[in-house]
């Protein structure tokens, strides 16, 4: 089926321990994203693609790194994973950024625990 | 900074109850609103985007309105399967990002 998808669903990881979220989309959408969900605090975004080689920061971008080689692939890096990194993480896909494009398709999650 | 708050933070509705959700939302320019819907242990899945106030989108029992303040998810005569948590959005003009509400978590009970 097309859409996002993302890997792995859960993950527990040991305090300074590095790990990569994956996430890939099969429409070939221009702009790409990672957010990530915290009760209270709702979606901060991370992140984010305009395009293949083209990344920039979102609101909360420490601790993480992304690169985009491709148009589908837009993986987030966790350097040195610290608990308030526990969180559900979302990447999102969509034609482009201005309103009439930025109808995000979410994939399915990552719920991250960091001991 | 844009900011989006919405309430109730949860509401709970008997079946055929109609009620409304609010978005109350600040930014510089509004660009578009967005709505989305949000199952357990799902992503969000877009519903509606309204980009001026007086502007109303409608999709099965919801209708989302907006003004120059607020937007309203109003829902009529709900069902079980209507439970969720219904997120808000904008999106300010100049600017890229996308700032989301906490969300309001709605239970419908038969």
Redesign the interface.
Known sequence: NAGVTQTPKFQVLKTGQSMTLQCAQDMNHEYMSWYRQDPGMGLRLIHYSVGAGITDQGEVPNGYNVSRSTTEDFPLRLLSAAPSQTSVYFCASSRGQGATKVRYTFGSGTRLTVV | EDQ?TQSPEALRLQEGESSSLNCSYTVSGL??L?W?RQDP??????LF?L?SAGEEKEKERLKATLTKKESFLHITAPKPEDSATY?C?V?AWGY???T????TKLQVIP
């Open positions: 989006v660009r578009g967005f989305y242990g799902k992503g969000p899945e877009f985007t980009y997120l959005a999106q890229q990002k996308v989301f509400g906490t969300g």
